[in-house]
């Protein structure tokens, strides 16, 4: 069976995202994951997570006995210098954001790995659309969930959570594509709701808003998450449309549906097609919205939630696979 090595790139343990859900996934089917963990480690050594999932701190995965064929998994661009250093049999570059902006600095990487990537997997339509027209094996995977870690209620209410007022949530990257500015509108003109933020500081010094009805909570492990979703009266995905959030599939619309929640986002490309999703871009438009969707009677909790299952991690690593599998055979590689 295939071994799958992820260089040192995203904690394991801090905000679980695509690479852990995609890589966990791979594992649970049969393939060997040596995820080389990223972190300051006092003693090297390798955590098993299951017979197939390996968390290598402060070690080498080429350290650690393991079967060929060898696919090097790559989701930060300038560790495509590095892959000889594991020779590997397959090299995949997993896109998964625009190479702009706030990671403008992962652009001059790209023509080493349109030359040496064997295959490019995409999370959205418009990084798909760039990488479809410069390199022959390219597939559109978007992001997905984890349905039955979210979908079930955990029957139990967080400590941390305020209490007495309707709570409109946001999980994710505290960072300088979210419009703050928005933000401080509908905080401003919704003293009646309480404004609840979860996720670790990205390129930010300190959390950027402050006032009575908002509450940020920090990073949360990821097995606590459902049950602060499932308290949520209102999801929030507030982006600012720039460049760089063009090719954001968030990961937190599938988490929120999946806990049944109402969204309120900002009209990203990747959004415009999620069924009974509420967008609005303007401030005070935005605001107003949340008040009406607090007001109405929700319907399509069925249809979000249903929506949630038809894309989860387990359908999005099958799509992997498929060509995965097909280069190794086509290659001539046993697998």
């Given at each position: 069976?295939?071994?799958?090595?992820?260089?040192?790139s995203?904690?394991?343990?801090?905000?679980?995202?695509?690479?852990?859900?995609l890589?966990?996934?791979?594992?649970?089917?049969?393939?060997?994951?040596?995820?080389?963990?990223?972190?300051?480690?006092?003693q090297?050594?390798?955590?098993?997570?299951?017979?197939?999932?390996?968390?290598?701190q402060?070690?080498?995965?080429?350290?650690?006995?393991?079967?060929r064929?060898?696919?090097?998994?790559?989701?930060?661009?300038?560790?495509?210098?590095s892959?000889?250093?594991y020779?590997p049999?397959?090299?995949?570059?997993?896109?998964?954001?625009?190479?702009?902006?706030?990671?403008?600095?992962?652009?001059?990487?790209?023509p080493?790995?349109?030359?040496?990537a064997?295959?490019i997997?995409?999370s959205?339509q418009?990084?798909?659309?760039y990488?479809?027209?410069r390199?022959?094996?390219?597939?559109?995977?978007?992001?997905?969930?984890?349905y039955?870690?979210?979908?079930p209620?955990?029957?139990?209410?967080?400590?941390?959570l305020?209490?007495?007022k309707?709570?409109?949530?946001?999980?994710?990257?505290?960072?300088?594509?979210?419009?703050w500015?928005l933000?401080?509108?509908?905080?401003?003109?919704n003293?009646?709701?309480?404004?609840?933020?979860?996720?670790?500081?990205?390129?930010?010094?300190?959390?950027?808003?402050?006032?009575?009805?908002?509450?940020?909570?920090?990073?949360?492990?990821?097995?606590?998450?459902?049950?602060?979703?499932h308290?949520?009266?209102?999801?929030?995905?507030?982006?600012?449309?720039?460049?760089?959030?063009?090719?954001?599939n968030?990961?937190?619309?599938?988490?929120?549906?999946?806990t049944?929640?109402?969204v309120?986002?900002?009209?990203?490309?990747?959004?415009?097609?999620i069924p009974?999703?509420?967008l609005?871009?303007?401030?005070?438009?935005?605001?107003?919205?949340?008040?009406?969707?607090?007001?109405?009677?929700?319907?399509?909790?069925?249809?979000?939630?249903?929506?949630?299952q038809?894309?989860?991690?387990?359908?999005?690593?099958?799509?992997?696979?498929?060509?995965?599998?097909?280069?190794?055979?086509?290659?001539?590689?046993s697998?």
């Amino acid at each position: 069976m295939p071994t799958i090595i992820y260089p040192p790139s995203i904690p394991w343990s801090w905000m679980f995202q695509r690479p852990q859900q995609l890589l966990g996934q791979f594992s649970a089917s049969g393939k060997t994951v040596l995820y080389e963990d990223l972190g300051n480690f006092s003693q090297a050594k390798v955590i098993s997570l299951s017979p197939t999932l390996h968390l290598c701190q402060g070690v080498s995965a080429m350290n650690i006995p393991h079967a060929r064929p060898r696919i090097l998994w790559l989701t930060v661009p300038s560790h495509i210098n590095s892959m000889d250093h594991y020779n590997p049999d397959l090299v995949i570059y997993d896109a998964v954001d625009e190479a702009k902006e706030e990671f403008s600095s992962w652009a001059p990487y790209y023509p080493t790995i349109l030359e040496r990537a064997d295959l490019i997997f995409c999370s959205s339509q418009s990084i798909y659309d760039y990488f479809s027209v410069r390199h022959p094996k390219v597939h559109l995977v978007p992001n997905g969930v984890d349905y039955v870690h979210f979908s079930p209620s955990p029957g139990y209410r967080p400590s941390d959570l305020p209490s007495g007022k309707p709570i409109i949530g946001y999980s994710g990257a505290i960072a300088p594509w979210v419009d703050w500015e928005l933000l401080k509108v509908a905080i401003r003109e919704n003293p009646e709701l309480n404004f609840v933020f979860i996720g670790a500081l990205f390129q930010l010094n300190k959390f950027p808003l402050k006032a009575k009805n908002v509450f940020y909570l920090g990073l949360k492990p990821y097995c606590e998450l459902p049950a602060y979703f499932h308290h949520f009266n209102v999801g929030i995905i507030p982006f600012l449309q720039t460049e760089m959030t063009k090719g954001c599939n968030p990961i937190k619309l599938y988490e929120y549906y999946a806990t049944g929640i109402q969204v309120l986002g900002t009209p990203l490309p990747e959004l415009l097609t999620i069924p009974k999703i509420n967008l609005e871009s303007n401030p005070q438009t935005f605001s107003s919205r949340l008040r009406h969707l607090l007001e109405g009677e929700d319907f399509s909790k069925a249809e979000r939630m249903a929506y949630a299952q038809a894309n989860d991690w387990s359908e999005r690593s099958g799509r992997a696979l498929q060509p995965i599998l097909s280069s190794l055979y086509r290659n001539e590689i046993s697998v």
